[in-house]
């Protein structure tokens, strides 16, 4: 890992895939990750961990499906939200948005569980940032 500092926008700067996470930093067991995102993930579950999202720029929208029924979170840029482990959820944003995620190191990107994932989603435990 790097032991400079990281310019968020830089290394956003590196890739343009979608859907697709770099891990900026390793914390401890944890990967700080970054990614672009556009259109919509796929349902998913985290059985073990908790994921923390953090949008960096534009707008994420996180549907989520839970015990008292199906809601939706909306998060402008500079918002943090956290999905509880086991909370089926899925991410979207229609006008596209960068977002920061901390999570497990070898966290599946799709989760423990999930629908079947579609071509414009990397189902990855991070890419090393380049």
């Not at 672009?36 to 579950?45: D, Q, S």
Request: hydrophobic content about 40%; overall charge negative; aromatic content about 6%.
């Amino acid at each position: 890992m790097n032991e400079n500092p990281i310019d968020i926008d830089s290394a956003l700067a590196t890739f343009s895939e979608l859907w697709s996470p770099r891990i900026l930093a390793r914390v401890n067991d944890y990967d700080v990750r970054v990614a672009k995102v556009a259109g919509e993930h796929v349902w998913h579950a985290h059985d073990h961990t908790d994921e923390f999202f953090l949008v960096l720029s534009g707008e994420l929208t996180i549907a989520l499906r839970e015990a008292a029924g199906e809601r939706v979170v909306t998060l402008p840029a500079g918002s943090v939200y956290v999905v509880a482990r086991g909370v089926e959820h899925k991410p979207s944003s229609a006008d596209g948005a960068s977002i920061l995620m901390f999570e497990p190191t070898g966290t599946l990107s799709v989760g423990d569980r999930h629908d079947e994932v579609p071509g414009h989603v990397d189902a990855t435990t991070g890419h090393d940032l380049t």
